[in-house]
């Protein structure tokens, strides 16, 4: 028992380690990345905290050497959703009583552990499993990992405390509880940060969460979850259910006791989600919650007046559209720039992209690794092939694959000269960004173009120099981004700092990273306590004035 309101320590983003040459850290990475190559994991189910061996399995491999097996999986079948249902909904109860502090311990504990002892451990996973580079890996399953950790806690304790103003005689209070049920967390290969924040928000205000990690992203889902383990987590708050996506989740979506799905994927995926909760609505217990980040088609616009800024918007171009492969949902797929600055532009770009460097992630001179698995591999090289036979479309740098080894598929820029172009328009998800050159004197035409070509709104990025012709892009692609940037790549959004998500077909826009997020994780009740109860039924304006007389 504590008989304090204790106050959560003060967030502070975790800074970014180096692993520059000399360092400790990338001496104790590079160590952990010739330990995790020679092992070969076996990754169960698990449900309640014991390890479930499915006999259905499947192999964990690393992008860029893809046939070197890091892991065996073992996949959840319906029989084992389930069990894991009716686990989490028997420690449910127990985990929602549980004091806020308490709760709030367990994921400060699990930054601190990331912080130090298991950052080469979920850096050197993601570098493996998810083909990232140890910058990479180092500001996605450490720093925004630790951050989502200490903010959530934070911006959680800040809910508690808005509570409703009193009048006399009276208490007024609110509770946040937990949603009704569990919460299905559906997450993707990409980031190991967002994968393990899918469960974690929920799970600070009390929930129980069914986790569907992705199976390319299973090495370093492991690690999470015995990250959380080791933090002092009680078994069933977060059972883990590898597999495949309609194997999982139609029990799930069956389940009168589902209270909500936090969802990071594709658009698709969540529509198809979205469609069956809409057609089973009467058989839940509770309107379930739906919050999702899907798709985008993220742009980087140039003013004419960015002439002076060329190196930066060059920058931006290379680092937004190839970093981690142009496989962040934020990452930069389409360009619009100037008549003006095109000819040095194009010039400087195919400079910086020809001196990318692209290979196995363990050596550290590398700027590039590979694409997630094959299916990536074919989608794009189908782009690429598109664009070398397509009458609007020409490589200017790149368009090279090469599937040997690992799914490699070198940077690639594609002058489209239809802004409606698939490569314009459509969600790529690989390492392919599409440029249209516009006229200068077309500037606001082109901005709407801009806006209204895709689907999508989730990250975007202008460059200019005249502040009128900034206020001019903040106006006109005000709707066409959740996350705007201005004289900045449109990727590397930081939590506490940007809150992330977009509208649109790019998600419901819920923020994560925000205190906008944990909102969704409760159902708020509110309590009167009256410290003088009425005792008798009429009001005063009942009673008789003689002076009035009879009615």
């Known amino acids: 028992m504590l008989n304090a309101f204790p106050r959560v320590p003060a967030p502070k983003n975790e800074p970014v380690l180096s692993h520059a040459p000399g360092t400790p850290e990338r001496a104790e990475l590079q160590a952990t990345l010739k330990r995790m190559s020679g092992e070969q994991l076996e990754i169960p189910v698990v449900i309640g905290g014991k390890h479930v061996h499915s006999g259905k399995t499947d192999t964990v491999r690393m992008p860029h050497r893809h046939k070197h097996v890091l892991a065996t999986l073992h996949e959840a079948e319906a029989g084992h959703v389930e069990q894991a249902i009716q686990n989490a909904m028997s420690v449910k109860e127990d985990w929602a009583r549980m004091p806020f502090h308490a709760r709030a311990a367990i994921f400060l504990r699990a930054a601190e552990l990331l912080a130090t002892r298991y950052r080469p451990l979920l850096n050197a996973s993601s570098m493996l499993g998810q083909s990232k580079t140890a910058h990479q890996a180092e500001i996605d399953a450490t720093c925004e990992l630790v951050d989502f950790l200490r903010y959530n806690v934070h911006f959680a304790q800040q809910i508690l405390s808005i509570q409703p103003e009193n009048s006399p005689q009276t208490w007024n209070m609110t509770d946040y509880r937990p949603l009704d049920g569990f919460v299905f967390a559906v997450a993707p290969f990409n980031f190991t940060s967002i994968a393990l924040n899918l469960c974690v928000s929920p799970a600070i205000m009390g929930n129980v969460v069914l986790w569907k990690p992705s199976t390319t992203q299973m090495l370093s889902a492991w690690y ?179 599937r040997s080894e690992g799914w490699y598929v070198q940077p690639t820029l594609v002058q489209c000269n239809n802004p409606r172009h698939r490569i314009m328009t459509e969600e790529i998800f690989a390492p392919l960004v599409g440029v249209y050159v516009y006229p200068d004197a077309k500037f606001e035409e082109t901005l709407k173009e801009c806006d209204q070509s895709a689907s999508y709104a989730l990250t975007g990025a202008i460059f200019a120099r005249d502040r009128k012709a900034i206020e001019t892009m903040m106006s006109g692609l005000r709707s066409a981004a959740g996350n705007f940037y201005i004289n900045d790549k449109p990727t590397g959004a930081v939590v506490g700092q940007q809150p992330f998500g977009g509208s649109r077909a790019s998600g419901t826009n819920d923020k994560s990273g925000s205190m906008i997020n944990l909102f969704r994780w409760s159902s708020p009740r509110t309590i009167k306590e009256n410290f003088a109860p009425p005792v008798k039924v009429p009001y005063p304006f009942m009673d008789s004035d003689p002076k009035e007389g009879a009615v």
């Open 224 to 402: 999470s979850l015995e990250l959380l383990r080791e933090a002092g987590l009680p078994d069933g708050v977060i059972n883990m259910l590898p597999g495949d996506g309609p194997t999982v989740g139609n029990p799930v979506l069956a389940s009168p006791h589902l209270g909500g799905i936090h969802f990071t994927g594709s658009t698709p995926t969540f529509n198809s989600l979205w469609k069956t909760v809409g057609e089973n609505i009467g058989r839940y217990k509770q309107y379930p919650r739906l919050v999702g980040e899907t798709g985008g088609k993220d742009f980087i616009f140039a003013h004419p007046s960015a002439a002076d800024d060329l190196e930066a918007l060059a920058v931006a171009i290379v680092r937004g559209g190839y970093e981690y492969q142009g496989q962040k949902c934020s990452a930069a797929s389409r360009v619009y720039v100037p008549e003006s600055l095109w000819p040095q532009l194009k010039e400087r770009l195919k400079a910086l992209i020809g001196e990318i460097k692209m290979g196995d992630v363990a050596d550290f001179r590398n700027f590039m690794g590979a694409v997630i698995d094959e299916r990536s591999f074919k989608k794009v090289s189908s782009y690429i092939e598109l664009a070398k036979t397509g009458g609007d479309a020409t490589i200017i740098a790149g368009g090279g694959t090469d």
